[in-house]
């Protein structure tokens, strides 16, 4: 057999030892013996309740944000759909190629989606930090994730890429 | 109640909760001190001293989910102090049990071996197999470089093959 294994296996074996009757006695006996000492309980607290589905809500509405400003119809000068069309009034004169009763939507940057959008991981991110200022691990975790979702999608937003 | 709970009421000073969490892995604990002190008495009494440790260091304790690990290294402190002080093994161990390979005598002739061979061999044995030590735990432990124990590892394990017989020798 080889070594390693029996090595491996007599671990195992004593790992199952039974300890003495008394074990449990000599032990208290030995605290016993050792002056108290106090100090304060220090238990982290566990997360709030409202916590996890307020920031579950939050993070789907931003991804609802972020989805709704690319599945909206780009509009530019020529193409109004049903809404505007290029009217032309023959006068004689010459034409106007412009129906004015259509909104002039030259700028393609959503800026009331990126507005929202930046208001949400605010809000997030506030929240965030409330939950967790007594933890800096998890703060940072939270923060960095929030902070690079947000720039990614604001990038994709405002058309940056 | 949870670990990490228990954890901090014994570093705030409650000794019943410290008592309790060594409690919960009393065989583990036992077992591991038995196998560096081979007998009942002293095992028992390496045992005392880990627990007077544990509590008068456990608010230095920085992740309460590492107690059974830090708790563990102390133990094996505690033996290995004893042992270097000179507790021997006197004799067969009491309630020690016969293995399921129906080979009674192998444990022991493995534990003899491994406890003849010199102490640094040894230690390094016990705490790589016996204590589940990674080699930079024993490093830490043995105050000595990586290299030097995996150096004495295998010459460990090289004496065990030879003073265990063919039998221990490695498959072909």
């Excluded at chain 2, 033996?79 to 006197?90: A, I, V």
Aim: charged share 25%.
């Amino acid at each position: 057999m080889n070594t390693e294994k029996r090595l491996r296996q007599d671990a195992v074996r004593f790992s199952n030892m039974t300890p003495p009757p008394d074990l449990r006695g000599k032990l208290q006996a030995s605290l016993e013996a050792v002056p108290p000492v106090q100090r304060p309980v220090q238990v982290a607290r566990p997360v709030r309740k409202w916590f996890s589905p307020a920031v579950a809500i939050l993070s789907l509405a931003m991804i609802f944000v972020f989805i709704s400003t690319f599945s909206q119809p780009q509009a530019g000068l020529l193409d109004y759909g049903d809404a505007g069309i290029l009217t032309e009034q023959t006068d004689g004169i010459g034409t106007s190629a412009i129906d004015p009763s259509v909104p002039d939507t030259g700028s393609e940057i959503p800026l009331g989606r990126v507005g929202m959008f930046s208001g949400l991981a605010l809000l997030t991110g506030y929240l965030c930090f409330i939950e967790f200022k007594e933890r800096s691990r998890l703060l940072k975790l939270s923060l960095s994730a929030l902070a690079v979702f947000t720039a990614v999608a604001l990038i994709f937003m405002l058309g940056l890429v | 109640m949870r670990i990490k709970e228990q954890v901090a009421l014994a570093k705030a000073g409650d000794k019943q909760a410290l008592l309790e969490l060594i409690m919960a892995k009393e065989r583990e604990l036992y077992g591991l001190s038995y196998v560096y002190m081979r007998n009942e008495q002293d095992a028992t009494d390496a045992l005392q001293d880990m627990i007077v440790i544990l509590y008068t260091r456990i608010h230095t304790l920085k992740k309460e989910e590492a107690f059974y690990s830090w708790a563990k290294q102390i133990l094996v402190r505690c033996c290995l102090t004893k042992l270097r002080q000179g507790k021997r093994w006197q004799g067969i161990p009491e309630g020690y049990e016969e293995s399921e390979s129906n080979q009674p005598e192998l444990g022991l002739d493995l534990l003899d071996a491994i406890h003849q061979l010199p102490p640094p061999q040894r230690d390094v044995i016990l705490l790589y197999y016996y204590s589940d030590k990674t080699f930079e735990e024993i490093s830490d432990i043995l105050q000595c470089p990586v290299g030097t124990v995996k150096s004495r590892l295998h010459q460990a394990l090289k004496k065990l093959k030879g003073r265990l017989g063919d039998e221990y020798r490695e498959e072909a």
